[in-house]
């Protein structure tokens, strides 16, 4: 038995060869994808920050729809909801999608407007280098919290598939995120996100119905 008298989940068997391999190939067209983005950055910092702010709106729905179905996200979802209640689990989509709707309600329009890269830059407008500073703490301390939970999560799916350890999964999935994330920016992010999604999207739909 496992928290609070729930029984632990069934051993669940190693997958097939052919599964691993299926996956390696989704996940190598994703990496291409984001290295191709490498020629619309140009060398210019707006296109690797903000995309050039040209990003079609069905990428950008892509784009933020992928976040509340990422390995943090999906896999600690369905892990809280079964090992404690569902909005255990549910409090991480619901809270993530809120608050991509209170910031594009209440700080989109005003980065758009001052023409800035970050959202620091516009509190550095604003209010000065001081509160410029802390909100990048803020953030840099708030998004490492997120790529951590990403990180395992995606460590978890590796380690399953190709029987690896788990902390060389994690330098494994830090490399691969790190490497097409560097080479487009925000185009990358993007561009791979409308796969990932799609996927991830495709796959909740076939999970629930299952």
Known sequence: MDICGIPCPAETPRPNEGY???????????????????YFVGGKAENFFV?????????VTMTLASQSIDSNALLGNADLSYKFHFYDGAVLPIGL???LIINGLTLAH????????TLPDVYGKRYGVLAELAVSICTCVSFLCLLAGNLVGMSVILGYLFNISVEGAVFLSGFIVLAYTACGGLFSVAYTDVFQSGIGMTGCLVCAYW
């Open 97 to 99: 999608g809120l608050s």
């Open 110 to 117: 005003h980065m758009n407007k001052e023409m800035v890269l």
């Open 51 to 59: 995309a050039g702010r040209s990003l079609p709106l069905f990428v």
């Open 20 to 38: 691993g391999i299926g996956v390696g190939i989704i996940v190598l067209i994703f990496c291409l994808v984001g290295f191709g983005t490498f």
